[in-house]
């Protein structure tokens, strides 16, 4: 019973470097998003996707990109680090009219 | 622009208080609204709302909709320690592709 698997769930970067963080579902949800939370801080949106082949920004895309080349995958990709993007950053899925469902989450440290 | 604001942003309760914590809204052609409770970890779901005045109740946590008003509370009734966490409230928009979260509602109940 998997649902939302993110890897990693921890890693530290140096600034200017670059990395993907993984997710992938397994409920065959069409809907898939990226989330930063800050410390004490709601939900952001960095991306999401209504479908294998369509992504579309959300409140905070940039620094980042993503792609979804099947119904299950969405990575996210962080090109040259900054310390701004130090968050914890959560991918979730859903169908419409339906609740969201999210990983578990990635700690993200750039230093 | 859609949005949803929680109130308060913060709140500290002993043991045994009743807390009532609110979710306002403006959004297009609105669907559906949602709330999540947060510890350390990804929110998970507690309730999905859609129509005005039906109480939603899962134990000790209820929650109600006023789509005139453009509001939700949700009640905790008898709180205990358990309960401390982020709670997040979301609003789905007719379109159905993203939820808009607010920024949430940390409760902290001290024994």
């Known amino acids: 019973n998997a649902g939302v698997t993110q890897t990693p769930k921890f890693r530290i970067l140096k600034i200017g470097q670059s990395m993907t963080l993984q997710c992938t579902q397994d409920?065959?949800?069409?809907?898939m998003y990226w989330y930063r939370q800050d410390p004490g801080m709601g939900l952001k949106l960095i991306y999401y996707?209504?479908?294998?082949?369509?992504?579309d920004k959300g409140e905070v895309p940039n620094g980042y990109n993503v792609s979804r080349s099947t119904t299950e995958d969405f990575p996210l990709r962080l090109e040259l680090a900054a310390p701004s993007q130090t968050s914890v950053y959560f991918c979730?899925?859903?169908?419409?009219?339906?609740?969201?469902?999210f990983g578990e989450g990635s700690w993200l440290t750039v230093v | 622009e859609d949005k949803v604001v929680q109130s308060p942003l913060s709140l500290v309760v002993h043991e045994g208080d009743t807390v009532t914590l609110n979710c306002s809204y403006e959004?297009?052609?609105?669907?559906?609204l949602l709330w999540y409770k947060q510890e350390k970890k990804a929110p998970t779901f507690l309730f999905m709302l859609?129509?005005?005045?039906i109480e939603k109740k899962s134990g000790r946590l209820s929650s109600i909709l006023d789509k005139k008003e453009l509001f939700s509370i949700l009640n905790i009734t008898a709180t205990q320690t358990g309960d401390s966490a982020i709670y997040l409230c979301?609003?789905?928009?007719?379109?159905?592709?993203?939820?808009?979260f607010g920024k949430g509602t940390k409760l902290t109940v001290n024994p």
């Open positions: 979301a609003v789905e928009p007719a379109s159905q592709k993203k939820l808009v």
């Open positions: 996707s209504v479908g294998a082949g369509i992504t």
């Open positions: 409920m065959n949800h069409n809907y």
């Open positions: 859609t129509s005005s005045g």
């Open positions: 979730a899925s859903r169908r419409p009219g339906n609740t969201i469902y």
């Open positions: 959004v297009t052609n609105f669907r559906s």
